[in-house]
């Protein structure tokens, strides 16, 4: 099955991984889907605490709360399947992957990395390892690098693992030729910031609803 990817504004592509065991319901394809979002606003600020539902419903989905600084791509969510968050230059995309069978939650990281060499050829997704959801959601999580970016993916299969949740997390890691060297060193402490924020929200996930 393909991979179809959104290019955020800064041009990159942003990848939507799903193992090739995952079936995602890409509502995102249907044609009237393009012509809508071209007419939203591209970026919508969320309030600190924002609380976003990831997922079809009916027992399909996750919660996962933001903090201050994040900003939404109205123009490439669609929060039943995915969301594309930024802050600052850290792009966080959250996306919901239905599974065949529970067998396959046990391979989710290694549909991953291929996935990911699929989506890019420089892209390298490193070991995992546990992480344990704030909420008690358990998963796994690892470096990720692809080009001239870094960051951090993770996945948490449901507790009856017949769906998981995707969090993919990039920002430029180095400087560009001639650019000033004290500048680069600031805009590599705000990415550290920011990716710290993004690991905050990956954090967050419930399979539970929130208290209002």
Same mark, same amino acid.
């Given at each position: 099955?393909?991979? %179809?990817?959104?290019?955020?504004?800064?041009?990159?592509?942003?990848?939507?991984?799903? @193992? @090739?065991?995952? $079936?995602?319901?890409? *509502?995102?394809?249907?044609?009237?889907?393009?012509? /809508?979002?071209?007419? /939203?606003?591209?970026?919508?600020?969320?309030?600190?605490?924002?609380?976003?539902? $990831?997922?079809?419903?009916?027992?399909?989905?996750?919660?996962?709360?933001?903090?201050?600084?994040?900003?939404?791509? !109205?123009?490439?969510?669609?929060?039943?399947? !995915?969301?594309?968050?930024?802050?600052?230059?850290?792009?966080?995309?959250?996306?919901?992957?239905?599974?065949?069978?529970?067998?396959?939650?046990?391979?989710?990281?290694?549909?991953?990395?291929?996935?990911?060499?699929?989506?890019?050829?420089?892209?390298?997704?490193? %070991?995992?390892?546990?992480?344990?959801?704030?909420?008690?959601?358990?998963?796994?999580?690892?470096?990720?690098?692809?080009?001239? !970016?870094?960051?951090?993916?993770?996945?948490?299969? *449901?507790?009856?693992?017949?769906?998981?949740?995707?969090?993919?997390?990039?920002?430029?890691?180095?400087?560009?030729?001639?650019?000033?060297?004290?500048?680069?060193?600031?805009?590599?402490?705000?990415?550290?910031?920011?990716? *710290? =924020?993004?690991? !905050?929200?990956?954090? =967050?996930?419930?399979?539970?609803?929130?208290?209002?």
């Amino acid at each position: 099955m393909a991979q %179809p990817r959104t290019a955020d504004r800064r041009g990159r592509r942003a990848p939507w991984w799903g @193992p @090739p065991a995952v $079936v995602a319901v890409m *509502a995102l394809l249907v044609a009237g889907w393009p012509f /809508l979002a071209s007419r /939203l606003s591209d970026d919508r600020a969320l309030p600190a605490g924002a609380v976003l539902r $990831v997922g079809p419903g009916n027992g399909d989905q996750a919660w996962f709360t933001v903090g201050d600084g994040w900003t939404m791509s !109205e123009s490439e969510t669609l929060p039943s399947l !995915e969301y594309v968050l930024t802050r600052g230059d850290t792009e966080l995309s959250v996306a919901y992957l239905s599974l065949m069978s529970s067998d396959y939650a046990d391979r989710l990281w290694d549909g991953l990395r291929r996935s990911a060499r699929v989506s890019s050829s420089d892209a390298r997704l490193g %070991p995992p390892s546990p992480v344990i959801a704030v909420g008690g959601a358990r998963g796994s999580i690892g470096d990720l690098a692809q080009g001239d !970016e870094r960051g951090t993916a993770a996945v948490y299969p *449901a507790p009856d693992d017949s769906f998981a949740i995707r969090f993919v997390a990039l920002a430029p890691s180095g400087a560009d030729a001639g650019t000033d060297a004290d500048k680069d060193v600031v805009a590599g402490a705000d990415n550290d910031t920011d990716l *710290a =924020s993004a690991l !905050e929200v990956i954090r =967050s996930l419930v399979f539970t609803r929130p208290a209002s």
